[in-house]
T-cell receptor, first 113, second 110 residues
Framework: DAMVIQNPRYQVTQFGKPVTLSCSQTLNHNVMYWYQQKSSQAPKLLFHYYDKDFNNEADTPDNFQSRRPNTSFCFLDIRSPGLGDAAMYLC????????????FGQGTRLTVV | AQSVTQPDIHITVSEGASLELRCNYSYGATPYLFWYVQSPGQGLQLLLKYFSGDTLVQGIKGFEAEFKRSQSSFNLRKPSVHWSDAAEYFCAVGATDMRFGAGTRLTVKP
């Protein structure tokens, strides 16, 4: 019944070791978002795809990359995780963008050791 | 880009009391406005949304919100809070993408 699925729920990675977080959707939505959420803070938009069009936020570090190989899947790659990258990463989808409801996954809690 | 301000970081109310969470937005055109709730360690769940029409919108779990264009506000209300309402509440404004306020943490006293 799940519509937006993030794997894994918890990820521990070593400082500087590349890590990939995944998100899949069964809603066939056009838009997929990646947000970073640190403790007691708002979700911060990192980037989003509208279909295959990639939209990067100006303040998203180059260390963060994303891939969307097809409609259903989207990946967040952190090339060299630092301690400051420890956070909850939320994937969301929407049919058409900010003028439609976003559906969120459960999130992936990333720990950097 | 659009932006959202939630002035209250943390609110405590007694169970059964009424609740109002404030939200102010900044956007040059007619906004698409949302309220989401987040329980610890979970994703966000939509409570309600405003696109157009009636400025008082009803949502799930007994929540409602009122859009006031003159005040650029979209405050969330509930007449009687339940202990299970304790959570983090986020207001969001949508345009080409969706942006969130800093959130308000709600604590419910017995």
């Amino acid at each position: 019944d799940a519509m937006v699925i993030q794997n894994p729920r918890y990820q521990v990675t070593q400082f500087g070791k590349p890590v990939t977080l995944s998100c899949s959707q069964t809603l066939n939505h056009n838009v997929m978002y990646w947000y970073q959420q640190k403790s007691s803070q708002a979700p911060k938009l990192l980037f989003h795809y509208y279909d295959k069009d990639f939209n990067n936020e100006a303040d998203t570090p180059d260390n963060f990359q994303s891939r969307r190989p097809n409609t259903s899947f989207c990946f967040l790659d952190i090339r060299s995780p630092g301690l400051g990258d420890a956070a909850m990463y939320l994937c969301a989808t929407s049919l058409q963008g900010g003028n439609t409801e976003a559906f969120f996954g459960q999130g992936t809690r990333l720990t950097v050791v | 880009a659009q932006s959202v301000t939630q002035p209250d970081i943390h609110i405590t109310v007694s169970e059964g009391a009424s609740l109002e969470l404030r939200c102010n937005y900044s956007y040059g055109a007619t906004p698409y406005l949302f309220w989401y709730v987040q329980s610890p360690g979970q994703g966000l769940q939509l409570l309600l949304k405003y696109f157009s029409g009636d400025t008082l919108v009803q949502g799930i779990k007994g929540f409602e919100a009122e859009f006031k264009r003159s005040q650029s506000s979209f405050n969330l209300r509930k007449p009687s809070v339940h202990w299970s309402d304790a959570a983090e509440y986020f207001c969001a404004v949508g345009a080409t993408d969706m942006r969130f306020g800093a959130g308000t943490r709600l604590t419910v006293k017995p």
